[in-house]
């Protein structure tokens, strides 16, 4: 069969480019720094040796933490010992009860003592009834914002039938909420938006919240201030694997982003690789996200500190994805996004495992063995069917990272 020339020259042209991008891979392979420490490589199928630490009797973390005294944290002291932080969450008008429930349990554990404000966003405005009730919830200032619409609309660059043809792939593949574009909105969002927000401008520290969590145990230190006296940038709960199906081209992508010298000079020498690229205990997993664990900090909790968001890495490395358009084309959580952008650019030892922080979201749990906890089963991780068990990937985070 006979190609026009033009086809031929394309051909061409698009076959120097695949060697082109391939070389690039090989020329700057990415780094792979092992961790420092642990005794790592005793025990790889480690699921029945494991032992939950939450079983163990959880304190409270090390000094220095920062407690009630007096007024230093009543609600309307204007030289109170509160730093720069925000509880924040992104929430529809109709979850109304359920953000009140969150709101009770956080508002009673923690920050009825600390009094940090509460932020919400909103693609659409509140509704009265909503800034009454939350209002009415807290002492502390509370502040309804709604997001610009160039924050929240699909990108420009994105072709709608394509979106619905590849949710159509996706749900034959039983990815949740495929269909549901504003899903993937909200999951662009909190990837590589939500800080940008101008009613945050003023905030370095957050604590991501969403309706119908869980709260069990008392906080009695600020835990924002624990952040910043212990260096830490990102704090978590739980760790699990993602549906591979939801993103087949997000490490990839990743894999490109890091081929250019500038980019691959992003890494931190101590970063958390080995646990983005495990596949020792599900293969599988690894094998469907093409070289990514799949593991990640289940981010419907987050303490954070947006410095990270706002880096020139993460900017360069969100305005990547964004422009790959995995975020529609595929579903693209934002826990992957972050956790990968951790793993990669930022120390791992800056990252945080919150264990005394009692937590609930629709079916997992990080219950810790303490009296300060109430109303959850101690190092139970999920109430739902026992093959949700398989689900968590703290053994790996603990085997590679350690409990920070
Ligand atoms: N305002 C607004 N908030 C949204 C929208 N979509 C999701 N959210 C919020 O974004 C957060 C995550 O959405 P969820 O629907 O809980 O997503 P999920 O946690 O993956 O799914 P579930 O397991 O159903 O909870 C929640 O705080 C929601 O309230 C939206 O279209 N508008
Ligand atoms: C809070 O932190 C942000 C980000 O680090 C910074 O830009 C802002 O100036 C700080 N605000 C105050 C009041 O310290
Ligand atoms: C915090 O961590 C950063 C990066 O690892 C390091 O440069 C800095 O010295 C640390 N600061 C403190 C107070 O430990
Ligand atoms: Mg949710």
Same mark, same amino acid.
């Given at each position: 069969?006979?190609?026009?020339?033009?086809?031929?020259?394309?051909?061409?042209?698009?076959? &120097?480019?695949?060697?082109?991008?391939?070389?690039?891979?090989?020329?700057?392979?990415?780094? &792979?720094?092992? !961790?420092?420490?642990?005794?790592? %490589?005793?025990?790889?199928?480690?699921?029945?040796?494991?032992?939950?630490?939450?079983?163990?009797?959880?304190?409270?973390?090390?000094?220095? &933490?920062?407690?009630?005294?007096?007024?230093?944290?009543?609600?309307?002291?204007?030289?109170?010992?509160?730093?720069?932080?925000?509880?924040?969450?992104?929430?529809?008008?109709?979850?109304?009860?359920?953000?009140?429930?969150?709101?009770?349990?956080?508002?009673?554990?923690?920050?009825?003592?600390?009094?940090?404000?509460?932020?919400?966003?909103?693609?659409?405005?509140?509704?009265?009834?909503?800034?009454?009730?939350?209002? @009415?919830?807290?002492?502390?200032?509370?502040?309804?914002?709604?997001?610009? %619409?160039?924050?929240?609309?699909?990108?420009?660059?994105?072709?709608?039938?394509?979106?619905?043809?590849?949710?159509?792939?996706?749900?034959?593949?039983?990815?949740?909420?495929?269909?549901? &574009?504003?899903?993937?909105?909200?999951?662009?969002?909190?990837?590589?938006?939500?800080?940008?927000? !101008?009613?945050? @401008?003023?905030?370095?520290? +957050?604590?991501?919240?969403?309706?119908?969590?869980? =709260?069990?145990?008392?906080?009695?230190?600020?835990?924002?201030? =624990? #952040?910043?006296?212990?260096?830490?940038?990102?704090?978590?709960?739980?760790?699990?694997?993602?549906?591979? $199906?939801?993103?087949?081209?997000?490490?990839? $992508?990743?894999?490109?982003?890091?081929?250019?010298?500038?980019?691959?000079?992003? #890494?931190?020498?101590?970063?958390?690789?080995?646990?983005?690229?495990?596949?020792?205990?599900?293969?599988?997993?690894?094998?469907?996200?093409?070289?990514?664990?799949?593991?990640?900090?289940?981010?419907? =909790?987050?303490?954070?500190?947006?410095? =990270?968001?706002?880096?020139?890495?993460? $900017?360069?490395?969100? $305005?990547?994805?964004?422009?790959?358009?995995?975020?529609? +084309?595929?579903?693209?959580?934002?826990?992957?996004?972050?956790?990968?952008?951790?793993?990669?650019?930022?120390?791992?030892?800056?990252?945080?495992?919150?264990?005394?922080?009692? +937590?609930?979201?629709?079916?997992?749990?990080?219950?810790?063995?303490?009296? %300060?906890? %109430?109303?959850?089963?101690?190092?139970?991780?999920?109430?739902?069917?026992?093959?949700?068990?398989?689900?968590?990937?703290?053994?790996?985070?603990?085997? +590679?990272?350690?409990?920070?």
């Amino acid at each position: 069969m006979a190609l026009s020339r033009p086809v031929r020259v394309l051909a061409a042209i698009a076959a &120097l480019l695949f060697i082109f991008s391939i070389l690039q891979m090989l020329r700057t392979p990415v780094k &792979l720094t092992p !961790p420092s420490f642990g005794s790592s %490589k005793d025990n790889p199928k480690d699921q029945d040796a494991w032992r939950d630490p939450n079983l163990d009797p959880a304190d409270e973390p090390s000094e220095p &933490l920062r407690r009630v005294d007096g007024d230093n944290y009543s609600p309307n002291n204007p030289n109170s010992d509160r730093i720069n932080a925000t509880i924040l969450s992104l929430v529809r008008n109709s979850e109304l009860p359920q953000l009140l429930m969150s709101m009770r349990d956080l508002e009673r554990t923690f920050n009825s003592k600390f009094n940090y404000p509460w932020t919400f966003f909103n693609d659409e405005p509140f509704t009265e009834e909503f800034k009454r009730r939350t209002s @009415a919830e807290t002492a502390a200032q509370v502040r309804y914002e709604q997001i610009p %619409k160039e924050h929240w609309e699909v990108p420009s660059w994105i072709n709608m039938d394509l979106f619905e043809e590849s949710a159509n792939i996706l749900k034959e593949q039983d990815v949740q909420y495929a269909h549901m &574009l504003s899903y993937h909105q909200m999951c662009r969002w909190n990837s590589g938006l939500f800080y940008k927000h !101008p009613a945050l @401008a003023d905030y370095r520290y +957050y604590w991501r919240v969403e309706p119908n969590v869980h =709260f069990f145990c008392d906080i009695d230190y600020d835990v924002f201030r =624990f #952040m910043e006296d212990h260096n830490k940038t990102y704090g978590f709960t739980i760790n699990l694997y993602d549906s591979p $199906e939801s993103l087949p081209t997000l490490w990839p $992508e990743t894999i490109k982003f890091l081929a250019s010298d500038a980019n691959n000079k992003l #890494m931190h020498p101590e970063n958390a690789m080995l646990w983005l690229q495990d596949k020792e205990r599900r293969p599988k997993h690894n094998e469907k996200a093409n070289g990514y664990s799949t593991c990640h900090f289940w981010s419907n =909790f987050e303490i954070g500190d947006m410095e =990270f968001w706002r880096s020139e890495a993460y $900017e360069k490395y969100f $305005e990547h994805l964004d422009r790959a358009g995995g975020f529609f +084309y595929e579903r693209w959580g934002d826990a992957p996004v972050h956790s990968i952008a951790l793993g990669l650019f930022e120390d791992r030892n800056r990252i945080h495992w919150f264990r005394d922080i009692g +937590y609930q979201h629709i079916p997992f749990f990080n219950c810790p063995n303490s009296p %300060k906890c %109430k109303g959850c089963v101690t190092g139970r991780f999920t109430d739902g069917e026992a093959w949700l068990n398989k689900e968590d990937c703290r053994p790996n985070w603990f085997k +590679y990272v350690g409990m920070n």
